[in-house]
Each structure stands twice: as structure tokens, then as C-alpha cells.
């Protein structure tokens, strides 16, 4: 028989990752419970805490909705659980094995760990668009129009980055799923000492001083500010710092965790 | 005509904390050959393979493939070799199509190479009832098959295949060492493989290179290394068993005697005495009903060698 006789070359590195990231969003079509799962958490908090508070909520926040005040909430924890998929894609990988087929190619190591960081942001983006839709069934004010939403959105997608490669460090690092999940554990008790039903100036004692010191408690004020009336720009500022530190601390960890993974591909 | 060589490797250490996994190892392997690394569980094979093919690093030590280096060029030597794990890694959600079309396209194939190849292979390892279906469906020598096409999609110029066929059933072991020689007769492709099984180093290899704790102890081809032991195995079936006894008692001087029952010895003789051994049984007077002489098999040199 003939055979073709194509030489092969370095890939092209977006070839490479394009190719990648739709393999790992396929894997999330065909596993629905990656995806679903955060989804129906996000929605479910969303509903309830809306359905439990709203009648107080004239109290809490005088001059907008609840729904517009919880909404930042929800898109971060759709972020941080959701976010996990990145962690979970390279797990999955690993622990087949998979991985290291993957690392016999002569693409670099670095698109191997950046392409379920990809389909994960897309997926969070997917997942916070849907929030966002549910939020604006349940009485949503924008006043800030298609701008606003496009900030909180963008906020979300910063933070959750950097959450989508924390969880991905995990797993090239301690290759467990106790491993992936201890980052999600990190971060949920801070979603609590923060301004998580309340403005912060109902916060007082340690509670006030944890949230103070507690960057999410920027990031949701940043996000909550982009959907009142007056704008405030220090609050969008602080809440791009916020984003942007985690976004970092991402970098930073996942740079450390290829170079480590990158020691020993096949352990 | 002396063929350039292909892969090489000097001194190849890999240490993991306190444990040496792999000491020192030399291997010079020339372009168009099969080799083959022999060694019991725990012997240093796949860590060898592993460095070879860039996927672990080295404690010390240095390889080459096709005259590149593992570790500084680590990039070109994965775009010039195949490699089978000893652990079949496929993504159980992937149809065989989608994996050898992104295996291809990671190997820098553009989408027509890619697909025309995998068409290809999809022909020559006789895949085509199953390559629409999801991997996690598909039987262990099915998945062995698929490990080899993906090693193949970019035409590799060196194969590395790590127990290929280990927990195969005998008709698909056959069938993929066909397919090895085959790759390394016809298309030129050099292989390095290891296995424990020494029916299978004894069919395919040129050359057979014996490692144990970590170390190489001797490479040669399969010929040389049983011939190097000398030793054949003398099988001599007598009439009752006093005359077994009496056989056993003129033979024993200077050679290893083991009576299997009562009326056969297996005697481990030189290359030259087995004639010798009869003449003397027959000045005796002791008849022979059966006789057999075995050549050294590989498993004796193994054996030997690593004192197992």
C-alpha cells in the first residue's frame, strides 16, 4: 500500500491550542455534570436568597434591587466552582494518562495546561451570561445599559481566570482530586467574611474588619457598583485590582506548577 | 556498510530521591535496527524509555535521538519519534478518529495531511469497524492497536514501544509484531522496545540489551548471547531406572546432572560433548531409547545474567 509521505513540523502553537481547547470543551459537552453542576449551585442561591431576603432588602439596599445587589455574588461563585474545570480537565488527563500521550507531541507544555484554562473561561462566560439572564427575569436593573453588564461580566472572567489556573496548578502539582477541590475550599469561606448579603457598612467588629481585609469584598463592590445608579469609579478600580491580583496569583502559581510538572511528565 | 547511530545514550542516570532507578546505562543503538531492553519488573526499562523520549529528565548523563539531544532539543525529538506507553493512555470520551486527527494536528500535520494519514492507518491496522466509536468502548487489543496508530501518525523515524504486548492474547501479539517488523522492514523505522517476554526480544530484536537494578549488564544480538553461554541441554531417555542410575553415575563428573524421572536425565553439557556422552554410555553397555540436545535458549542467558 502507499502511504503519504507529509513531513511533520513543530506545531503551530495556536494551531496547537485551538485544537486543545476544542477537545477540552468537547469533553465538558459530553461530561454535562462539569458544567451543569455550578450552573444549577449559582441559580439555586440566586433564587433563594433572592426569595428569602428580597422583602427586607428595602433596608438593605434603599436604592436598587436585590436581585442587582446578590447578582455579583452569584456570577463569583458560578466563577469559583465553575472554575474548577480547568483543574478538573487536567485531572482527568493525568489520571488516564492521557497526559503524557499528550506531552509526546511536540507541542509545548505550556498550551497543554493553557487550553483547559481556555475552554474553562469560556464555560465561565457561558455560565455567567446565563446568571445574568436569570438575574434580569428576576427584575435586574442596568442602568448602566449593555456597559455595566460588559464590566461585571469582565470582572468574573478576570477573577475567575485566575481561579481557572490556581485550580489547574492544583492538579499538575498534586495530580488529586482533594488536590483540585482544596482550592474551592480556599475560596469558599471567603465568599462568606466579606459583604456577601450585606453593603459594608452593615458590617461591624471582625466581621467588618475581615471584610476589609478580604479582596473579593473589592470585587464584588467594584461589580455591585457597576450595576447601581452613580457610578463610582474608585469602587471599579478597587474591583479591577481585586480581579487582577487573583488573575496574578494565577500566573504566578501555574508558571511554578509547569515547571514542576514539566520535571516529570509521566510519574 | 555501518549504519549511523540513531540513538544514544552515555552514562544515563535517573535517581528519584534516595532510590538509583537507572545507573550509568550505555546504549548505542544504529539507524534501521531493533532493539530491544530486557529486564525483570523494576529494572530500569520504562525510566530508560522515559528519558529517551524527553518525557523524564535525567539526573545525569546524556541521550541523543537521531542526533538530537533529549533534553535541550526535547521539542525535535518528539516531532522525530512514536512512542507506546506501557500504560495505554487514551481519552475514553474520543472517538479513534478525533484522537489521531488531534494527535496529527499536535504533530504538525496540516487538516488534509491529518486526515489522508489517519485514513491510512485506520487501513493498516485494521480499524475501520471501530474508529467512529468512543475509545472507552473499545477491547484491550483494540486500544494497543490505536496506542501504535497514534505512535505512527507523523511517520516516525525511531519507535518506542514500552511491553507492547504485554496482556495481549497470543493471536494479536502475533499480529503486532508483524506490524513492527513490518514498520522497520519496510519503511525503515527504528525500534526500541522492552519487554519481560524473551519469546518476543528472541523473534524481533537485532539486538538485545539485558538490564537488572537499574544497570545494563551486556547488549548482543540474541545469537551471541546464547552463544556466549555455551552450554547445551542434553536430554537422555534409558531403559529402566538402575540403568538411569548407573548412566548418571558415569556422566557426572564435571557436569550438572538432574534426573527429571526415573528413566530421564537432563545433562547440561559443552558444545562438543554430547557425542562423547552417548559414546561412553554405549562402552558401558547402557542403551539409549531417546534422545534430545537443546540449544541455550535466551531465557538461560537471561537467567544467568540477572541470577534469577
Not at chain 2, 531493533?34 to 523524564?56: D, E, F, H, Q, W
Request: aromatic content about 4%; hydrophobic content about 45%.
Amino acid at each position: 500500500m502507499t502511504t503519504t509521505t507529509a513531513t511533520p513540523s513543530s506545531p503551530h502553537t495556536l494551531a496547537a491550542l485551538f485544537a486543545l481547547t476544542r477537545r477540552a470543551l468537547d469533553t465538558c459537552r459530553r461530561t454535562p455534570s462539569l458544567v451543569v453542576g455550578p450552573v444549577m449551585m449559582s441559580a439555586f442561591f440566586l433564587v433563594i436568597y433572592n426569595g428569602q431576603l428580597a422583602e427586607t432588602a428595602g433596608v438593605i439596599v434603599p436604592d436598587g434591587s436585590y436581585v442587582s445587589f446578590l447578582l455579583p455574588l452569584v456570577l463569583l461563585t458560578t466563577a469559583f466552582s465553575g472554575g474548577a474545570i480547568a483543574g478538573q480537565l487536567l485531572l482527568r488527563d493525568l489520571d488516564s494518562r492521557y497526559h503524557a500521550c499528550l506531552a509526546l507531541t511536540p507541542a509545548k507544555r505550556g498550551v497543554l495546561a493553557a487550553a483547559p484554562t481556555l475552554a474553562g473561561i469560556i464555560v465561565i462566560t457561558a455560565q455567567a451570561v446565563s446568571m445574568i439572564l436569570l438575574a434580569w427575569a428576576m427584575g435586574l436593573d442596568h442602568p448602566h445599559g449593555i456597559v455595566g453588564i460588559g464590566v461585571v461580566l469582565g470582572l468574573t472572567t478576570v477573577a475567575g481566570t485566575g481561579f481557572l489556573l490556581l485550580a489547574a496548578t492544583a492538579a499538575l502539582v498534586g495530580r488529586t482530586v482533594a488536590a483540585v477541590s482544596m482550592v474551592t475550599y480556599v475560596f469558599f469561606p471567603l465568599s462568606f467574611l466579606t459583604t456577601t448579603l450585606v453593603p459594608r457598612e452593615q458590617l461591624s467588629g471582625w466581621m467588618g474588619v475581615a471584610a476589609d481585609l478580604n479582596p473579593l469584598t473589592y470585587l464584588l463592590g467594584g461589580m455591585r457598583d457597576a450595576l447601581s445608579p452613580g457610578w463610582s469609579g474608585t469602587a471599579f478600580v478597587r474591583g479591577g485590582v481585586a480581579a487582577t491580583l487573583i488573575l496574578a496569583l494565577g500566573l504566578v502559581a501555574v508558571s511554578f506548577g509547569l515547571r514542576s510538572s514539566s520535571e516529570e511528565v509521566d510519574r | 556498510m555501518t549504519s549511523q547511530p540513531c540513538i544514544t545514550a552515555e552514562r544515563l542516570t535517573k535517581c528519584y530521591d534516595d532510590t538509583i532507578a537507572v545507573e550509568g546505562i550505555h546504549l548505542e543503538v544504529a539507524e534501521g535496527r531493533i532493539a530491544c531492553l530486557l529486564g525483570p519488573n523494576g529494572s530500569g526499562k520504562t525510566t530508560t524509555v522515559g528519558m529517551l523520549t524527553t518525557l523524564r529528565r535525567p539526573t545525569s548523563g546524556h541521550a541523543t535521538v537521531c542526533g538530537h539531544d533529549v533534553l535541550t532539543e526535547s521539542a525535535t525529538v518528539r516531532s522525530l519519534v512514536g512512542v507506546t506507553l506501557q500504560h495505554t493512555g487514551l481519552d475514553e470520551l474520543m472517538t479513534g478518529r478525533e484522537m489521531l486527527l488531534l494527535q496529527g494536528t499536535l504533530q504538525g500535520l496540516n487538516t488534509t495531511s491529518a486526515r489522508r494519514r489517519v485514513e491510512e492507518l485506520v487501513d493498516l491496522l485494521d480499524l475501520e469497524t471501530h474508529i467512529g466509536a468512543r475509545l472507552g468502548t473499545w477491547s484491550g487489543g483494540l486500544r494497543r492497536r490505536m496506542d501504535l496508530a497514534a505512535a505512527l501518525v507523523h511517520h516516525p523515524r525511531v519507535l518506542f514501544l514500552d511491553e507492547p504486548t504485554t496482556g495481549l492474547d497470543p493471536a494479536s501479539r502475533r499480529a503486532l509484531w508483524a506490524e513492527i517488523k513490518r514498520l522497520n522492514i519496510e519503511d525503515g523505522v527504528t525500534v526500541l522496545l522492552t519487554t519481560q517476554y524473551l519469546d518476543e526480544a528472541d523473534h524481533l530484536a537485532d539486538e538485545v540489551s539485558i538490564l537488572a537494578n537499574g544497570r545494563l549488564l551486556i547488549t548482543a544480538t540474541p545469537e551471541d548471547l546464547k552463544e556466549s553461554l555455551g552450554e547445551r541441554s542434553l536430554t537422555l531417555v534409558l531403559t529402566d531406572a538402575e540403568a538411569t542410575s548407573r548412566a548418571a553415575d558415569l556422566l557426572r563428573e564435571g557436569r550438572a546432572i538432574e534426573r527429571s524421572d526415573a528413566q530421564t536425565l537432563r545433562i547440561a553439557v559443552e558444545r562438543d560433548e554430547p557425542a562423547r556422552c552417548v559414546a561412553e554410555l554405549a562402552r558401558a553397555g547402557l542403551e539409549i531409547t531417546a534422545m534430545t540436545v537443546a540449544e541455550p535458549s535466551l531465557e538461560d542467558v537471561f537467567l544467568q545474567l540477572t541470577n534469577a
